[in-house]
């Protein structure tokens, strides 16, 4: 009964209807020492989202190549503007839970091949306009365009056509059957656009429905917005104003946390957490979900069209020593799939690709290479990514293979080095299902298959079993399919998954947010904009 009287006053103090000194008195006359009546209503009013201040978040990601084209980006910076400017027809909330964005609803018929998304009514595009079934179509035949360079081309090859019933639903119609459709659509490049006469005039525009406005932005720099006023999401977008700042160095990023130049940073170095912890005003946030850190081999260019010398290096790796040296124990170690126990269908008899010199030299021999194999390598992949390529170079090495690293430079990198050159480190968010995941960066369709592993009787096959998941409605057949695709992927693909890292920040006290926090991107799932507030 008292539990009961003090949650309806702590209820009445968040929504301001009592004061904090009411609130006291109420929760000492209900038995509560004073301590802990004061203890009480300080966790209450900082659980209680509050509108104002300006934001400061200093990111490890950023280039000066790019742009506001939502289609091409290829970074978490890009990825949290994109949130914090704009939105999508769902969403994955900080529970992890897929739920309707700018959709209010949507639901599937003939066997999940036909999508019908409810549009929510009065929602507003920073310019006024109006959104409308139009601009969802727009946005998506944008990036189906056979010309697009958008990521999320490959992730929309099964739709066959897209239509309006009025201005607020959108029917999409697919070559096949697909359940997990409605998790494509909140993948963050397919951010809705306004149209103009049926098309999207400019990618690049900063016009979009998300919580804040853009008031200036300098790629790989910084970006400043203002919050809207007319924002459809009621408890959400709480600051004034936010900054995002391009920190791409560690040491800078993490001194600016320390001396209250910023509010919050991402990819707090493992070595560092214990420095920042003892900063009186900073907290540490740690989540796990799906980030992992790969080293993609291109297949298309040698020598890595060579199985033999794929196979030599997945074997030349010390994976623990890179979870205990790079990470600090804060992950796990690798095992050449894109894909782990948090998700659905994990294949738990993959053979485990761990460090094992004589296999390692056996199939180096049988490749017929020699010389030196050269790996790019920069931090901008991930924190920590030049000393797991050094710690790399020196396990091969017991296997007899030379390893000659590229240090290449931050600015740049995700445009002039990975997905272009044949070796270099990479890091992966993850997706929460396989289709999504594979589709993103492993299907033969897509612009980010970065180890080019696309033909062949294996990736084919691999290929041909994503698509036959996709649609199958039968747990032990879909189980089946999506395991022996991990084991063509292990086996014959040239993604070396080398850890699967937990995403480590550091933040200001003076920040709230909810008791959940999303693991499924850095940073709250890159929506600590819209998510956060000042206590």
């Given at each position: 009964?008292?539990?009961?009287?003090?949650?309806?006053?702590?209820?009445?103090?968040?929504?301001?209807?009592?004061?904090?000194?009411?609130?006291?008195r109420?929760?000492?006359?209900?038995?509560?020492?004073?301590?802990s009546?004061l203890?009480l209503?300080?966790?209450?009013?900082?659980?209680?989202?509050?509108?104002?201040?300006?934001?400061?978040?200093?990111?490890s990601?950023?280039?000066?190549?790019?742009?506001?084209?939502?289609g091409?980006?290829?970074n978490?910076?890009?990825?949290?503007?994109?949130?914090?400017?704009?939105?999508?027809?769902t969403?994955?909330?900080?529970?992890?839970?897929?739920?309707?964005?700018l959709?209010?609803?949507y639901?599937?018929?003939?066997?999940?091949?036909?999508?019908?998304?409810?549009?929510?009514?009065?929602?507003?595009?920073?310019?006024?306009?109006?959104?409308?079934?139009?601009?969802?179509?727009?946005?998506f035949?944008?990036?189906?365009?056979?010309n697009?360079?958008?990521a999320a081309?490959?992730?929309?090859?099964?739709v066959?056509?897209?239509?309006?019933?009025?201005?607020?639903?959108?029917?999409?119609e697919?070559?096949g059957?697909?359940?997990d459709?409605?998790y494509?659509?909140?993948?963050?490049?397919?951010m809705?656009?306004?149209?103009?006469?049926?098309?999207?005039?400019?990618p690049?525009?900063?016009?979009?429905?998300?919580?804040?406005i853009?008031?200036?932005?300098?790629p790989?720099?910084?970006?400043t917005?203002?919050?809207?006023?007319?924002y459809?999401?009621e408890?959400?977008?709480?600051?004034?104003?936010?900054?995002?700042?391009?920190?791409?160095d560690?040491?800078?990023?993490?001194n600016?946390?320390?001396?209250?130049?910023?509010?919050?940073?991402?990819n707090?170095?493992?070595?560092?957490?214990?420095?920042?912890?003892?900063?009186?005003?900073?907290?540490?946030?740690?989540?796990?979900?799906?980030?992992h850190?790969?080293?993609?081999?291109?297949?298309?260019?040698?020598?890595?069209?060579?199985?033999?010398?794929?196979?030599?290096?997945?074997?030349?790796?010390?994976?623990?020593?890179?979870?205990?040296?790079?990470?600090?124990g804060?992950?796990?170690?690798?095992?050449?799939?894109?894909?782990?126990?948090?998700?659905?269908y994990?294949?738990?008899?993959?053979?485990?690709?761990?460090?094992?010199?004589?296999?390692?030299?056996?199939?180096?021999k049988?490749?017929?290479?020699?010389?030196?194999i050269?790996?790019?390598?920069?931090d901008?992949a991930?924190?920590?990514?030049?000393d797991?390529?050094?710690?790399?170079?020196a396990s091969?090495?017991?296997?007899?293979?030379?390893?000659?690293l590229?240090?290449?430079?931050?600015d740049?990198?995700?445009?002039?080095?990975?997905?272009?050159?044949?070796?270099?480190?990479?890091?992966?968010?993850?997706?929460p299902?396989?289709?999504w995941?594979?589709?993103?960066?492993?299907?033969?369709?897509?612009?980010?298959?970065?180890?080019?592993?696309?033909?062949?009787e294996s990736?084919?096959?691999?290929?041909?079993?994503?698509?036959?998941?996709?649609?199958?409605t039968?747990?032990a057949?879909?189980?089946?399919?999506?395991?022996?695709?991990?084991?063509?992927l292990?086996?014959?693909g040239?993604?070396?998954?080398s850890?699967?890292?937990?995403?480590?920040?550091a933040?200001?006290?003076?920040?709230?947010?909810?008791?959940?926090?999303?693991?499924?991107?850095?940073?709250?799932?890159?929506?600590?904009?819209?998510?956060?507030?000042?206590?």
């Open positions: 009964m008292k539990d009961e009287y003090l949650k309806k006053h702590a209820r009445w103090l968040s929504e301001g209807q009592i004061g904090r000194r009411q609130f006291i109420t929760a000492i006359a209900a038995g509560l020492a004073v301590p009546a203890t209503a300080t966790n209450v009013l900082a659980a209680t989202p509050k509108k104002g201040g300006k934001l400061r978040l200093g990111s990601y950023g280039s000066t190549t790019d742009s506001l084209d939502a091409t980006s290829e978490g910076m890009s990825q949290a503007i994109i949130y914090a400017r704009g939105n999508h027809l969403e994955v909330n900080n529970d992890g839970n897929l739920i309707p964005e959709a209010e609803g639901e599937s018929s003939n066997g999940a091949q036909t999508w019908v998304f409810n549009l929510r009514k009065g929602v507003e595009f920073h310019n006024g306009k109006t959104l409308t079934a139009d601009d969802v179509i727009a946005t035949n944008y990036h189906r365009d056979e697009s360079k958008s081309k490959g992730l929309l090859s099964a066959k056509e897209i239509k309006k019933d009025g201005d607020n639903q959108v029917i999409f697919l070559d059957g697909n359940a459709f409605p494509i659509v909140s993948d963050y490049h397919i809705i656009m306004p149209s103009e006469g049926g098309s999207i005039a400019d690049n525009s900063p016009i979009g429905t998300g919580g804040y853009i008031e200036n932005y300098e790989g720099v910084r970006m917005a203002k919050r809207n006023p007319n459809f999401k408890g959400r977008a709480h600051f004034d104003e936010i900054e995002f700042i391009t920190l791409a560690t040491t800078a990023r993490q600016a946390a320390m001396n209250g130049d910023v509010d919050f940073i991402d707090v170095d493992a070595k560092t957490v214990a420095l920042l912890g003892r900063v009186p005003t900073l907290d540490i946030l740690k989540t796990t979900g799906t980030q850190f790969t080293f993609p081999m291109r297949v298309n260019a040698a020598p890595f069209d060579n199985y033999d010398l794929r196979m030599a290096l997945k074997f030349a790796i010390k994976r623990q020593e890179l979870v205990d040296k790079i990470l600090l804060n992950g796990e170690a690798g095992n050449d799939v894109p894909v782990n126990a948090s998700m659905p994990f294949n738990t008899e993959l053979p485990v690709h761990e460090f094992d010199p004589e296999k390692a030299a056996e199939h180096y049988k490749s017929g290479h020699s010389g030196a050269q790996l790019s390598v920069s901008a991930f924190t920590g990514a030049v797991a390529a050094q710690l790399i170079a091969a090495k017991e296997a007899g293979i030379e390893i000659e590229v240090r290449e430079p931050s740049g990198y995700w445009s002039n080095v990975w997905n272009k050159k044949a070796w270099c480190a990479c890091y992966w968010g993850g997706r299902t396989q289709d995941m594979y589709s993103a960066a492993y299907t033969a369709d897509t612009e980010w298959n970065d180890t080019a592993w696309k033909s062949g990736a084919d096959k691999f290929n041909e079993l994503v698509v036959m998941a996709r649609s199958e039968d747990e057949k879909r189980k089946d399919q999506y395991w022996e695709a991990q084991r063509l292990q086996d014959d040239g993604a070396i998954v850890m699967w890292a937990s995403f480590i920040h933040h200001s006290k003076s920040l709230a947010h909810d008791e959940a926090v999303a693991a499924n991107w850095q940073s709250d799932g890159n929506k600590v904009a819209e998510r956060w507030w000042f206590a």
